[in-house]
């Protein structure tokens, strides 16, 4: 079987798996930033009060953080899956047939982007609803959502990372609430200009920061280069560290 149609397999696999629990693998992705947009935006909505706030409308500067968040928010499902398969002895019934493990790692990593899709669709149809306009039109969509996959696969890829290597299903949970200082260690709440200074400093180093303000550029605009230069460079830098880490991760768990 060619690759691609190995990839094709495993990932109709863990989509059916994932059918058999579907809170954790597709609801939770929605919940939490679905919870926070609606709460946010609607509690305080007077930030927008403070002078230097670049829009009247509190739910239009959350909107595009709130999509983002939905690749941080209930990943790590796949990556305990896969930590799943090898406990039981899947993987090595799936060595004798010769799946290559980047097929394998390849499937796993979209089964995560697949999950955010229709979250980050919700999102935006709820932000829409709150009053969100979308000045950059179709092609901001587009840009948008092929930010939140390859953020979301980047993202995705730390909980692969820590899974294969401690060989620990429970082991990604441990860095599930990791997106609440990265939230508030970056533009998702205010603009860099109205933080402290240390927070300030430390956003400057935040991955989540790049990808919110090209969400921003992409959405209520301007659309620039800059900032979405910015954000792929960070994201796809983020990506190949942890598929590399994975793979070297996964074939140390497999016994080379």
């Known amino acids: 079987m060619t690759p691609f149609g190995q990839v094709r397999l495993l990932l109709f696999r863990s989509l059916r798996e994932g059918a058999r629990n579907p809170v954790l693998a597709y609801a939770l992705p929605v919940i939490i930033p679905f919870a926070v947009l609606i709460l946010v935006a609607k509690t305080l909505y007077r930030v927008t009060d403070l002078p230097g706030f670049p829009t009247t409308n509190y739910a239009e500067w959350m909107t595009p953080a709130i999509i983002m968040l939905t690749a941080m928010t209930g ?35 979209l089964f995560d982007v697949v999950r955010v899709l229709p979250a ?57 609430p990791l997106f609440l200082p990265l939230q508030f260690l970056s533009t998702q709440f205010v603009p860099k200009s109205l933080l402290p200074g240390w927070v300030q400093a430390i956003s400057a180093w935040n991955p989540f920061t790049y990808m919110i303000d090209a969400g921003r550029a992409m959405t209520t605009g301007p659309l620039t280069l800059a900032p979405v230069a910015k954000a792929g460079a960070v994201a796809v830098g983020l990506l190949v560290v942890t598929q590399v880490l994975s793979r070297r991760a996964y074939r140390k768990a497999m016994g080379g």
């Open 120 to 176: 980050g669709t919700v999102l935006l149809l709820l932000g829409l609803v709150l009053g969100t306009d979308l000045n950059e039109g179709v092609l901001g969509v587009v840009l948008l959502f092929a930010l939140l996959v390859l953020w979301a696969a980047a993202y995705g890829g730390l909980y692969f990372v820590v899974a294969l290597t401690t060989r620990n299903a429970q082991a990604p949970l441990a860095l599930a």
């Open 75 to 109: 990943v790590g499902y796949a990556a305990t899956s896969l930590v799943i398969d090898i406990q039981s002895g899947f993987l090595d019934r799936l060595r004798l047939l010769d799946v290559r493990p980047t097929a394998l790692l390849l499937s796993r990593v």
